[in-house]
């Protein structure tokens, strides 16, 4: 079992519709959680992080975690078509110290 | 306020050959990171150094050395590089505050082996 799992996709959502992108992991113990955004070509764009169980909403990004069953999930409202890129989910497990495990990431594209 | 920059942006090397790649942060972080990009494999963690003067391996660290510098710079050597290192690098850098995890990556360099 990966430590970080995300599904490949590729996602596909129409314009102003809402992208939901998952990822679970594997060590219980993990504390921190973290949304990467990567255009093609481009390097990893950080656009949420969360540390608790619960939602945590920045402007029409949405990220939701749930220790419990190990999962974090990204809920894009509104999609537009420059939402269309890479999203890496990485974790911060315990005992991990100062590092970051990523997923491979879910490719999303944005239809008009 | 550049944040984190990475030299060169591209680089074709031939088997065998050495070269470094460097990185610089202008945010007063103590950590630092290298990871290399592959498809399908997602980011994987090269080397680290968790503050200025330590460094240690990470899940791929065969092939490579790095130097920490100075807490701004920290490089990233390949001794003699062979086709398995094509790959895009990025170096990323964290404040080091502890319970802050977030990491802020600079623009890769993408690297050609033959």
């Known amino acids: 079992q990966k430590e970080v799992e995300q599904n490949s996709g590729p996602l596909s959502v129409p314009e102003g519709a809402i992208a939901s992108l998952n990822c679970t992991y594997s060590d219980r113990g993990s504390q921190s959680f973290f949304w990467y955004r990567q255009y093609s070509g481009k390097s990893p764009e950080l656009i949420m992080f969360i540390y608790s169980n619960g939602d945590k909403e920045d402007g029409r990004f949405t990220a939701q975690l749930n220790k419990a069953s190990q999962y974090v999930s990204l809920l894009i409202r509104d999609s537009q078509p420059s939402d269309s890129a890479t999203y890496l989910c990485a974790v911060n497990r315990a005992g991990g110290g100062n590092k970051l495990t990523f997923g491979t990431g879910t490719q999303l594209k944005v239809e008009l | 306020n550049a944040g984190v920059t990475q030299t060169p942006k591209f680089q074709v090397l031939k088997t065998g050959q050495s070269m470094t790649l460097q990185c610089a942060q202008d945010?007063?972080?103590?950590?630092m990171y290298w990871y290399r990009q592959d498809p399908g494999m997602g980011l994987r963690l090269i080397y680290y150094?968790?503050?200025?003067?330590?460094?240690d391996k990470g899940e791929v660290p065969n092939g490579y050395n790095v130097s920490r510098l100075n807490k701004r710079e920290f490089s990233l050597r390949l001794e003699s590089a062979a086709p398995s290192q094509t790959s895009v690098y990025f170096c990323a850098s964290r404040t080091g505050t502890s319970g802050i995890y977030e990491q802020y990556f600079g623009p890769g360099t993408r690297l050609t082996v033959t």
């Open positions: 945010m007063n972080h103590n950590s």
């Open positions: 150094s968790a503050s200025e003067g330590t460094t």
